[in-house]
């Protein structure tokens, strides 16, 4: 049973760095094929991926934010992580972590999300 | 990137009737390797997305046979059969055909 779940730091400034944990459970992600994505929502609003890591420390990114994206994992405890830069009012938002399979996977499980404030 | 364009933005359904949501791609979803990467999520008030549907007509595991997905080359639909008050929420597809992947606007399926 594949489990996923956020967490952050809720609230922070403009300008600050935004870092996320995804702790995972179900599956490994130094299995092959297997990858860890991450996809945010502004409140009353549509998805967007952002960035994804695989199995073979691959990463990949959203070409609108790559200037601003990292995502690393540490495979021994089942954690992926996700650090944007210069937080910015927009970038308010709930952010998801998902797990997929393979290239061109859908994402299959999803985490309960974390919802990120930025403001002054 | 590929633009999905889903109408209705909003569709009212009485219980127990059919709901139909339409999503377009701006450019073909079949990948080279034959395969077509669309997929359709459903959202529920309060909670997170779930898959329904995974390239274009597979029901993922537990999900009812009232849902069914059909469509080829850019234009896909998902349609709800016996709707029940379970299913409003927020629809969503995405493609993983090509990069980066890409989600409709969604549509709110609400009580009629």
């Known amino acids: 049973q594949v489990t996923l779940k956020e967490s952050g730091p809720g609230i922070l400034q403009p300008s600050q760095a935004l870092s996320l944990t995804c702790t995972f459970s179900g599956f490994s992600l130094s299995t092959y094929g297997m990858r860890v994505s991450w996809i945010r929502q502004p409140s009353g609003k549509g998805l967007e991926w952002l960035a994804t890591i695989d199995w073979d420390d691959d990463k990949y990114y959203n070409p609108s934010l790559k200037s601003r994206l990292t995502v690393s994992k540490d495979t021994s405890n089942n954690q992926a992580f996700l650090k944007i830069t210069s937080m910015d009012s927009a970038d308010t938002a709930t952010y998801y972590c998902a797990w997929s399979c393979g290239a061109h996977g859908d994402f299959d499980y999803w985490g309960q999300g974390v919802m990120v404030t930025v403001s002054s | 990137d590929v633009v999905m364009t889903q109408t209705p933005v909003s569709l009212p359904v009485s219980l127990g009737g059919q709901a139909s949501i339409s999503c377009r791609s701006s450019?073909?979803?079949?990948?080279?390797?034959?395969?077509?990467?669309l997929h359709w999520y459903l959202q529920k008030p309060g909670q997170s997305p779930q898959l329904l549907i995974y390239r274009v007509s597979n029901r993922f595991s537990g999900v009812p046979d009232r849902f069914s997905g059909s469509g080829s080359g850019t234009d896909f639909t998902l349609k709800i059969s016996r709707v029940e008050p379970e299913d409003l929420g927020d629809y969503y597809c995405?493609?993983?055909?090509?990069?980066?992947?890409?989600f409709g606007s969604g549509t709110k399926l609400e009580i009629k």
């Open positions: 450019q073909s979803l079949v990948h080279s390797n034959g395969n077509t990467y």
């Open positions: 995405l493609q993983s055909t090509h990069f980066p992947p890409t």
